[in-house]
Structures are given as C-alpha cells and as structure tokens.
C-alpha cells in the first residue's frame, strides 16, 4: 500500500508524460486499487480538441481494461508547463462521473495543494464531497415494481 505522499510522487511522475501541444497544461494522475497497485495516467490531447482524455480517466481506463474493480485512491497534480509551481487541479465533472461509476463513498481524491519546506502539501476529499447528489450505478438497478 501506498502513502499518499508516494501517491502524489507517482502523480507527478505520470505529469511528465503528459502530450499537451493546445492547451500547454500538464496533469498526472495515479490511481491506488484497495490492493496497493498504482495505475498511472496523463491528459493526452487531440487536434480535434474533443477527444483529449484526462489524466484521471487514463488512469481509470488502463485499471478497467487490466481487470482492476476496486479502487480506494486518486493522487491528481497539475499546472501549466512552463511554470515552475503546480496549480491546484481538481478533476473535471466527466471525470468525476467516471469515478462515481467506479468507486465507494469512501473513495479518496488527493489534490496537490502546493510545496512548504521541499515536501508536497495536499488535501484529502471523498467522493460525496466533490459530487453530492450524484447519479451512479446504483440507480440504473432494475428495482421491482410498486403496485
Ligand atoms: N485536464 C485533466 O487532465 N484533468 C483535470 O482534472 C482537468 C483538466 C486536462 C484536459 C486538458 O488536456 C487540459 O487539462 C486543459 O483543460
């Protein structure tokens, strides 16, 4: 298992591999299974602008696609590319509703807040925070009918 300290190194890891080309901002992203594997992602843009992917999704998306249903953690950095200070970067709604498909009330979203003293500094959300009144798969279960 891995701190969120480490969570948030890997994150910024992921952010090196960002392909940013319009919008020059950089985001990384890992995401920690309640078994302790990391999955790392990056925003990878498009020409066409609409098919650019969030790191968070990438992230997700490689987990899904290699089998991984239980998640308890996302670290996310981000900022743009030619400052030298990360931005505060909390994930977008789309990406947020991907989580929300995914992911207990438990879940935690770990958002880089900035630097003090050489060490990262972060803050610590669950889901319900970051997208109350929230439609998931629970409310797609077929539910018998009233008479
Ligand atoms: N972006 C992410 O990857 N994650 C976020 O949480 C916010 C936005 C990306 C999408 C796009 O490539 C760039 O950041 C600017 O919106």
Do not use: W
């Amino acid at each position: 298992m891995k701190t969120y300290e480490e969570l948030i190194e890997l994150a910024l890891e992921a952010r090196l591999m960002a392909y940013t080309p319009y919008s020059h901002f950089k985001v990384g992203a890992a995401l920690m299974t309640k078994d302790g594997k990391v999955y790392k992602g990056c925003n990878i843009e498009n020409a066409s602008y609409t098919p650019t992917n969030c790191a968070e999704r990438t992230a997700f998306f490689k987990a899904i696609s290699e089998g991984e249903t239980e998640f308890s953690a996302i670290a996310i950095v981000g900022g743009f590319e030619d400052k030298k200070e990360l931005d505060f970067c909390s994930p977008c709604g789309v990406c947020r509703q991907v989580i929300r498909e995914f992911c207990e009330d438990d879940f935690k979203i770990i958002l880089l807040t900035g630097q003090k003293d050489g060490k990262n500094t972060y803050e610590i959300y669950d889901l319900p925070e970051i997208l109350p009144f929230s439609f998931g798969p629970n409310d797609m279960r077929i539910k018998p009918k009233s008479k």
